[in-house]
C-alpha cells in the first residue's frame, strides 16, 4: 500500500471475496447479507476518512490470521467513525452486535468481537488474540518513514476541524502516551517494529513542538 492510503488495484474486489469467505466459512449466505457489506463498504469510503478507510482494513486483513473474530472486527472496529465524537469505539461495538446478531453468529464470537473493539479504546489487552489485534492496528506507527509521516497527515487532515494550536496539543498527549509504556507492541509478531516506532513518534513529537507558520506571522506583526 503506498502513501495516501488508498486501495491498490484489485483491492476492493479482494475485500468482498474476503467477507463473502468468512461468512461461508461459518455456514452463511453472502447473498442473503449483501446489504450489510454494502453499509460497510460505504461507512469506510466517507469523506472524512483519510486513514480509517478501505486501504486500513486491507492492510490489517493481510497482517492478521483468518479467525472469524479477528476478521469481523478488522470490518466492524472503525465502523463508525466521526471525528467529532469521542465514543466511536462503543458506537463501533453496538453497531458490530446488532450486525452480527442479524448474521445468526453465535453469542461468544459476537462477544469476542465486541471485546477487541472495545480494547482499541486503549490498546491494551491481556488476551494474546485481542493483542495481537491491537499490535496490528498500530502497526502503521512502525512503518517506514515516509509512510508514517503520511499517516499523521491523513490524521491531521481527518481532524481538519481542530485548531492547529489545540491539534499538536492533544496529538502530543497520545504520542507521549505511547512513547511512555515500557513496550508499544505486546505481542512477538510486531516486536521488530518497536525501535523504528519510538523513532517515528519521536519525530512527530519534535515537529509538534515546533512553532508553526501562524505562530510566527503573529509574533512578527506584534
Given amino acids: 500500500m503506498e502513501p495516501g492510503f488508498r486501495l491498490p488495484h484489485g483491492g476492493?474486489?479482494?475485500?468482498i471475496g474476503r467477507w463473502n469467505a468468512l461468512l461461508q466459512?461459518?455456514?452463511?449466505?453472502?447473498a442473503a447479507h449483501f446489504s450489510l457489506l454494502d453499509d460497510l463498504l460505504i461507512r469506510h469510503t466517507e469523506p472524512q476518512r483519510f486513514y480509517h478507510n478501505l486501504a486500513h482494513l486491507d492492510t490489517l486483513l493481510g497482517l492478521l490470521p483468518a479467525k472469524p473474530h479477528l476478521e469481523f472486527a478488522v470490518w466492524f472496529h472503525d465502523a463508525v467513525y466521526d471525528p467529532t465524537r469521542a465514543d466511536n469505539e462503543a458506537q463501533s461495538a453496538g453497531l458490530a452486535q446488532e450486525s452480527l446478531e442479524r448474521l445468526g453468529a453465535e453469542p461468544a464470537l459476537i462477544q469476542k468481537v465486541t471485546q477487541i473493539i472495545l480494547a482499541t479504546q486503549n490498546h491494551r489487552s491481556e488476551d494474546p488474540d485481542t493483542a495481537l489485534f491491537l499490535d496490528a492496528d498500530l502497526a502503521i506507527l512502525g512503518a517506514e518513514p515516509k509512510t508514517y509521516r503520511a499517516y499523521a497527515q491523513a490524521i491531521r487532515q481527518e481532524y481538519a476541524w481542530v485548531p492547529e494550536a489545540l491539534f499538536r496539543e492533544r496529538r502530543a498527549q497520545v504520542l507521549q502516551t505511547f512513547l511512555s509504556r515500557e513496550r508499544i507492541y505486546q505481542t512477538e509478531a510486531f516486536a521488530r517494529l518497536e525501535p523504528t516506532a519510538r523513532e517515528n513518534l519521536q519525530q512527530e513529537l519534535e515537529a509538534l513542538a515546533q512553532p508553526t507558520a501562524e505562530a510566527h506571522s503573529a509574533s512578527a506583526s506584534q
Avoid at 12 to 15: E, G, H, I, N, V
Wanted: aromatic share 0%.
Fill in 12 to 15: 476492493r474486489k479482494r475485500l
Fill in 25 to 30: 466459512s461459518l455456514g452463511m449466505d453472502p
